[in-house]
């Protein structure tokens, strides 16, 4: 059958934005069957599409290797008629100039910079919630004429039920900004630990799978699986938990996207900036009271004070309280 449109999405990074994209794609590539949706994304996130409508094609690309007239080249094969650039940097300019170019509708999402700057500025903050992402993408699809109201609820429809409490704990991010000290963490693994029937999962990348293998030795509920998962196996295994531990970084989102209750842990970062784990309940946000918070969206700036106190302040009892609110009654602390 003839697809009435073909529309390109482009988001190529990081895991967090792109994960960020699914329940907006999803529903709109769902409430339009005769439309065709070509993602681009990096090679590595392909995989997070799991059970994705039958008309999005998602293509993944190597940002390093692949030249852009190679992208372009590859693109044009599919008979593109708009595109929806939820990135907005020079790779993506430079495709949607020349898609322009060729007649093609385009809408650029706004990333609203001079707000987060306002939002982070040492003085005279305008401490506000902010678009989020995923109404930021909202925008850009109903800028091409799509209704981009939301009905996505998880990448996964079924839960395994487990006699245990199975939680999940991602203690790293990309930036320091936003790790909580591991020592403080460990504190909160060892409670956890001796919650009876409870079994606790450690999820982060290939570098962190040293450290993490060695913080679960300790413990004879702890498992790390740092490194060890495929994407799909990684989303098939917090499906299954029963609430996930998680810094502001890309493991709150995948989380997220299965459903499962994230109590997230906050410190340069705010969620105010917009970048909340999708139907996250705002009281699972842990953060601490601090004037000079945010100060940074992404968490990449070295800290002013010089002390990290926007973490080192959350105590792990506020962890293992929040946490115990999906633990067995008899697990309560």
């Not at 372009?72 to 300019?93: C, E, F, G, M, Q």
């Not at 500025?121 to 925008?139: P, V």
């Not at 699972?284 to 945010?294: G, Y």
Request: glycine share 4%.
């Amino acid at each position: 059958m003839a697809k009435n449109n073909t529309t390109l999405i482009i988001r190529l990074s990081s895991l967090g934005d792109v994960a960020m994209t699914i329940p907006v794609v999803y529903s709109v590539a769902q409430r339009y069957p005769a439309d065709e949706f070509v993602l681009l994304t990096k090679k590595p996130f392909q995989n997070i599409f799991i059970n994705k409508p039958t008309n999005l094609v998602v293509i993944g690309i190597d940002t390093k290797q692949d030249s852009l007239r190679t992208v372009i080249a590859n693109l044009t094969r599919h008979p593109l008629t708009k595109v929806a650039d939820l990135h907005s940097v020079l790779r993506s300019w430079l495709i949607d100039f020349y898609l322009r170019l060729q007649g093609k509708k385009v809408a650029v999402i706004n990333k609203g910079k001079w707000e987060k700057k306002k939002l982070t500025r040492c003085k005279y903050k305008q401490f506000k919630q902010l678009a989020t992402s995923t109404e930021r993408y909202q925008k850009v699809f109903e800028a091409l004429g799509y209704d981009a109201s939301l009905n996505f609820t998880t990448l996964i429809p079924h839960k395994n039920v487990h006699s245990e409490t199975w939680i999940g704990i991602a203690p790293f991010a990309k930036h320091a900004g936003k790790i909580y000290p591991l020592e403080q963490m460990e504190t909160v693994v060892n409670q956890l630990d001796k919650s009876p029937n409870t079994k606790l999962f450690l999820f982060g990348g290939k570098e962190d799978a040293p450290v993490l293998k060695g913080l679960a030795e300790k413990y004879a509920n702890v498992k790390s699986v740092a490194g060890q998962l495929s994407f799909p196996e990684e989303l098939a295994l917090m499906n299954d938990l029963n609430v996930m531990v998680s810094m502001d970084s890309a493991n709150m989102h995948l989380a997220s996207l299965v459903n499962t209750p994230v109590v997230s842990v906050w410190g340069a970062t705010h969620p105010y900036a917009g970048f909340y784990g999708y139907n996250q309940h705002p009281e699972n946000a842990i953060q601490a009271n601090l004037p000079c918070r945010p100060c940074s969206v992404f968490g990449n700036k070295p800290c002013k004070r010089g002390d990290y106190a926007c973490l080192k302040d959350i105590s792990p009892e506020q962890i293992w309280h929040r946490v115990s609110v999906f633990l067995n009654k008899s697990c309560l602390f």
